[in-house]
């Protein structure tokens, strides 16, 4: 008998039926012999439906309040899971994050856990009841008041919590099979990953992969919390992330997947008088309005005119800010322009037998050149490395780079619609 | 400065329009210089559009994640509310039954308030801010459970936190600009009545009366609170219900109002043997089902052949499960037959004078007399007479007995649709 924490994501619960198939599936590991613990998000578009009435009320809701509302959410899903459960005869309870002890700083709308005390939790399954939890939601001791974790939070709520109790494994189901070597909707042949290391799953998830938050990930990192990551709509074992996966195994594989992302844009200030301290200048300015820079490059241009520029990507929709006040203080930086570029498209290549692997980077930038791709920008980590290129241009990129490194598969990867909180 | 305890109902805040015109009343309140403490209920229809949902997956929810489900509607209704309020630069802050301090006891979908700790509602009053709480709901101390207080509970609510917090008045804004001296859908010439005591507002409240929840009344006179039943959409005078109304004023009225009922059927057990004992069975039996009986009323038939009939009215709801039961139960009970009216219409006269004003009976079974009404029931306490008649007969009964207490006004009462709950 384990204990296993079952995560389930609003597009699994977005109506009566999707509750009835995820209660089932619960009943199911419970009727094996299993304590299980369920983490549930909100229906379907639940949170943007709140979120949007809102937003019909005032432009800029106080975060306290939006918290409030829309822990409303989990609310509704976690009842309803719960109800359903009975009704097939296993004993269910839902609990919401404070009843379930999630105790959070009390950053409103992005709180970080600080605590978790799942007494209630633990009672529930003494009792031999499956416990439901909200996802995505927390309270802080000090303040009384509800917290919520921000984006990915239910996940990061079904991995806190099994790191607290414990458990043997956190499924989290969502509506494909598992983690891929790519984006099967641009990589067809894309393979599914039986076993990855949570070291090489935070590169990938920090690169685009959409399938798991990075905070989750970070949090079973460093928890040594098993994580599964499973479809809802099949019995068919996912991907597992360990933290050492690979054992003592000889051969290790060199590269575990390719990321992708086209949610950045491109920045380029233009002309920067290059004096020591001036880079340091900029960058102090843009973490003075919380941007969150990803790649940064300096290269000097052609000619020696004492100017350089630099160069750096952030989401989309950070870029007017940032340049908004880079204009403004134009007069203290001295620099000659600023270019913006939505167009670009990010690749990372991801694998931790890099460490030991020599040749890797050339057969990457080999096949990047065959492809006739055009590197804008190289970041590199110790088992990553990253390009930018032009947006129109990622899908052959990915390809290229996906066939060179064999990760290709004989079938095409199955891909479902809609993807979970 | 006062300490104002204000109620809305789900009516008044069923749309984003409807939560900033209700925000704006709180912020004249607040502005004038007083405490306050708003009770709200859910947005509309939401209610009923989780319990339908609730019933899309099971048949027979379980009450506690019923309970669960449901309060999530006032967790969105008052963090709209205090969002609404606060972008109108008064503090505002929402609070759930639990944080409210709402004990109640383990009755899930009826449970009664057992204790009021109100200590961040004087808190957030001591801050200067508007406190909103959620109607409805509190929780379990012992299990820590969510519970709801069932019907009317919003008003509950209020007045059970107007005692708490010893507040000069507790507002009850609804869609009707006070309490009628009789339905005015109905007796069109029906007067707004300024003040009644609490003492009759529960007489007319029992028996049909739909404004206001005879819970929140009977509150209200145990603990001393003042209400004040008036029109979110007017700035008039409503109606105050208050211990003493009348004070040493030498003519108190005679009569307060009429309350009519059309939600109760008649249910006849006939040719029950007349012997002692077997009422007490019959009621024993009944009692059984947790059925509500109001009336009853026992006469032996024409010829005197050992035989009576028993007659009692309860929810029409309620007649199928007693029937079945009683008929069940034959043999034991020993009746010849039962009889089931679902057409009946009661009619009760209330008023505190009647104590000391000889000649009310009279005065109203002339009136009806007159008016061709068939009695077939009556029941009586200190300050109410409540007659049975035909259901079609009820309209020109209550303008009959309207008239004869000299009632009527000179002016048409406005009536708006709807009610909160």
Redesign the interface.
Known sequence: MSLIVQKFGGSSVED?AG??RVANRIVETRKAGHDVVVVVSAMGDTTDD?LE??H???????P???D??L???E??S???L???I??MDVE???F?GS?AGMQTDAAHGSARIVDVNPK?IKDALDDGSVAIVAGFQGFNRNT?DITTLGRGGSDTTAVALAAALHADVCEIYTDVDGIYTSDPRIVHTAKKIDVISAEEMLELAAHGAKVLYIRAVEFARRYGVEIHVRSSFSHAEGTRILQNPYGDKVEEPIVAGLASDTSEAKVTVLGVPNVPGKAAEIFRLVASVKANLDMIVQNLSGEDDGRTDISFTLPKSEAKSVIDLLSANRGEIGHLGISHDDNIGKLSLVGSGMRSHAGVSATFFTALAEAGINVEMISTSEIRISIVTRADQLATALRAVHSAFELDSDVEAIVHAGTGR
Do not use: C, H, Y
């Open positions: 009566a509750i009835k709140l009435l809102a019909e009320i005032v432009d800029d809701p106080a306290r309040e939006l409030m509302l822990t409303a959410g609310r509704i976690m009842a309803l719960a109800m359903a009975k009704d269910a309870r839902s919401t009843q209630r009384g």
